[in-house]
């Protein structure tokens, strides 16, 4: 790889990771697209009866935050893709576009994105602070630590999972 080739790949990782903290990644089916799990039926135990499912409890918002961030980071862009609505991707991708780094899906944006991220050495920690949740909507407020980037990420809950909505950077280092 010649110099010039590589300087022009750091540049663009670089400036995939000014994109990325601005939009903070991100694509899905809409909340209404989404299939919920399969229950798998209940098991029978030694006496022959069906023994009870367990209750599992949905995890609250910050976590479903959590979890999208971190497969946004690995990157398994399609799950990660799947925990957004089409509006959120189609505003994101308008905005990748408008920097100058037009990107045909949005898996192609995570995983630029995630690239951008591990190339820097930037780390994914972040401070959430939980605004209003009910059992089918949230607002966070999200600040990255390694950045000072925040900003306000808004969800909605579609079977177990919270799929993000909307995000608006408020702050920035």
Do not use: H, N
């Not at 023994?51 to 949905?58: F, K």
């Not at 630029?112 to 959430?128: K, N």
């Not at 209003?132 to 600040?143: H, K, R, S």
């Not at 630590?145 to 950077?169: F, H, N, P, Y």
């Amino acid at each position: 790889m010649s110099a010039s080739s590589l300087v022009i790949r750091v540049s663009r990782s670089v400036a995939a990771i000014a994109l990325a903290v601005v939009v903070l990644s991100g694509c899905a089916p809409a909340a209404s697209e989404a299939t919920p799990s399969p229950s798998a039926p209940a098991a029978p135990s030694a006496s022959g009866a069906p023994t009870p499912e367990a209750t599992v409890e949905p995890v609250g918002a910050e976590q479903g935050f959590r979890t999208w961030l971190e497969l946004s980071r690995i990157p398994d862009a399609p799950a990660a893709c799947a925990l957004m609505t089409p509006a959120l991707i189609e505003k994101m991708l308008a905005e990748v576009a408008a920097s100058g780094m037009p990107m045909s899906s949005c898996e192609e944006m995570i995983a630029l994105t995630a690239e951008a991220y591990r190339a820097t050495g930037t780390d994914a920690e972040v401070s959430i602070a939980v605004q209003e949740e009910t059992a089918t909507a949230a607002t966070l407020f999200v600040t990255y630590l390694s950045s000072g980037k925040c900003g306000t990420v808004v969800m909605e809950r579609a079977g177990d999972d919270w799929i993000l909505t909307e995000q608006s950077e408020v702050c920035g280092a």
